[in-house]
């Protein structure tokens, strides 16, 4: 585990020394692209969001909860009866 956290800290000084040595407008340029492609990237998904809850169709029915499934019980009555443990005395 500690040579994991050596090797990503090793990569991580590789990379901000990289930074480091580009030309501060080369910085500037890459932080705007960076910045311009999530904001695209969320105003994408807002936009999705917006589409997928403006359908009619898109409808959300909220009940009571009532107590445990049915289906449930029967399902683990069966699995029960066929497990035969023994316990010690």
Not at 1 to 19: A, G, P, Q, S, T
Not at 39 to 68: K, P
Request: proline share 0%.
């Amino acid at each position: 585990m500690k040579k994991l956290r050596d090797k990503i800290e090793h990569y991580m000084l590789e990379v901000e020394n990289h930074w480091k040595v580009l030309a501060v407008a080369k910085q500037r340029l890459l932080t705007k692209i960076f910045f311009g492609g999530y904001a695209l990237l969320t105003v994408i998904f807002i936009i999705n969001v917006f589409i997928s809850t403006s359908q009619r169709s898109n409808t959300m029915s909220i009940h009571h909860i009532d107590g445990i499934s049915k289906k449930t019980l029967e399902k683990d009555s069966g699995q029960n009866d066929t497990v035969n443990s023994k316990v010690k005395e």
